[in-house]
């Protein structure tokens, strides 16, 4: 049993003093008691749960900053102009480049404060679209990166098979990302046997859009996948961008998500990631679904995707949570900043994004918390969708003993009551003042180090060294 000391901890929505936390052999608190137990040790700064990252495209931290430069007299850079950049960098990357990648933005997740990472994983194939030998090559890498690292890791493999609506034919450079249903379920289980699930290791699945996967294969696919891995997370990119709006009503006569919720039981297993282009009733849509939206505000900025329209939205108590997708930024208080910035910036008002309803008032503590219960619903799989009254996926008996411990020197943090933490975490430090993080009760790292972290940064720069030199 770890036991584990705080003297200012966020438990559940409130600030507590003086509590001792212990944790089992699973990782999971099995009880929060007042005063300080003679084994436990002493967590040195104000005491929040981990955040979940909802999305993430590991590989793509290998190219990012090399798609800010304008391409030629184009002035018409796009999410689909960067999108070929990234087809040209995918096109190189071995198994091992996957690895030391991955590993190198799991490291950068930790410092950051996230704990748990859902990978939206579809570079399956070799560069002429043959399976490896071994079919589930590239997820082995994915999983021996969080392994290395210590961070829990949701696997989410991706079902790619169309570059279009109406099941146009995949092109040469998403070869890699390519498969036909059965050969799709046959990752699953061959994932399942060698990687049984526990507690910092989960299997969802993912399609990966509607332009890259039929009606026909939802259809039949989602009975067999809710069997294959119960409960488990669903994941799908939807309504990220206007042009992919227009193409799904041009073909289905329907916008993406009036489309998803029309024709399948969208729940709390789901996660729509982006549902950027939304209406209102799309919003109140997702809200009473329970679906959790994946918002990725830096990387939405960064491919001019569009603003996410999340007051309405929490307005009607929808869930959410975030994901550093391109990696263009590793770093949680931009994300909740961003998110709360875009609102200001197109309303002209300040404190946008509070919970009025619940009395949560502070900015940074409504978006932390609710972005962590979102994130750990589309994360970790849940056999029922949980309350929507309570953050009851914050530190709390039953859950699981994902900590980060703020850092009570930096100075953002100088004499702040309990009441105004969150609030100078995000929108005062550049980020998240993170000291030490605990994953399943364990730690992972220490005063903002992590014991590999010289030899992951360095195999990582000879990885780009090859690649981009
Ligand atoms: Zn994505």
Known sequence: MVKLYAESILIGSHWQQDKTLSINAEGIIVSIEAGKDSQAVQLDGPVIAGMSN?????????????????????????????????????????PSDVLQITRFAYLEMLKAGYTQVAEFHYLHHQANGQSYGDPIEMSRQIIEAAQQTGIGLTLLPVLYTYAGFGQQKAALQQARFVHQDDAYLDLLSAIQKDYPQQKNFKLGNAFHSLRAVSQQQLTELIPILKKQLADAPMHIHIAEQAQEVADCIDFYGLRPVEFLLQNFEINHHWCLIHATHLTSDEISGIAQSGAVVGICPTTEANLGDGVFPAAEFFEQQGRWAIGSDSHIAINVSDELRSLEYAQRLTRQKRVVLVDAKRGYLSVGQNLYLSAMQGGSLACVPHNKAPSSNEIDMAIQVGQRANLLVLDPNHPSLFSKQDHFILDSAIFNASQLPVKDVYVSGQRIIEDGQHPQQQKITEDYAKVLKRLLV
């Open 54 to 94: 909802c999305h993430s495209h590991a590989f793509q931290r290998g190219f990012a900053g090399l798609s800010e430069y304008r391409s030629g007299h184009n002035a018409d850079d796009s999410f689909w102009s960067w999108r070929d950049i990234m087809y040209r960098f995918v096109a190189k990357l071995t």
